[in-house]
Nanobody, 128 residues
């Protein structure tokens, strides 16, 4: 069973930047994908980005497009979420999740059902 650990969450001012990391333990197949989700208090979980390992395809929600960038460090088994121009509404617990690419893409890269492993989350707070 793959274990995922998120890190990098912090308190940041509006307009600031932050980089989140999702570290995966064990062997990670090229047939996998990792997605980032977030959940703000009182709101539903939102899928915001995904990367598929076999082709490096990336997907973004409109709410973060052009501000967030997902990337992968193969050697470190780590996926990053670089966040720029942070807004108050980006405040949430951020989770990473892993699934098989074929399942993720069939069910939708930004929805939860395609993913089978989840991390515990890291808190991002955007506040002045």
């Amino acid at each position: 069973q793959v274990q995922l650990v998120e890190s990098g969450g912090a308190l940041v001012q509006p307009g600031g930047s932050l980089r989140l990391s999702c570290s995966a333990s064990g062997f990670i197949s090229e047939y996998r994908a990792i997605g980032w989700f977030r959940q703000a208090p009182g709101k539903e979980r939102e899928g915001i980005s995904c990367i598929t390992f076999n082709d490096g395809g990336t997907y973004y929600a409109d709410s973060v497009k052009d501000r967030f960038t997902i990337s992968r460090d193969n050697a470190k088994n780590t996926v990053y979420l670089q966040m720029h121009s942070l807004k108050l509404e980006d405040t949430a617990v951020y989770y990473c999740a892993m699934g098989y690419s074929a399942v993720v893409l069939t069910k939708g890269p930004l929805v939860a059902p395609g993913y089978d492993s989840w991390g515990r989350g890291t808190q991002v707070t955007v506040s002045s």
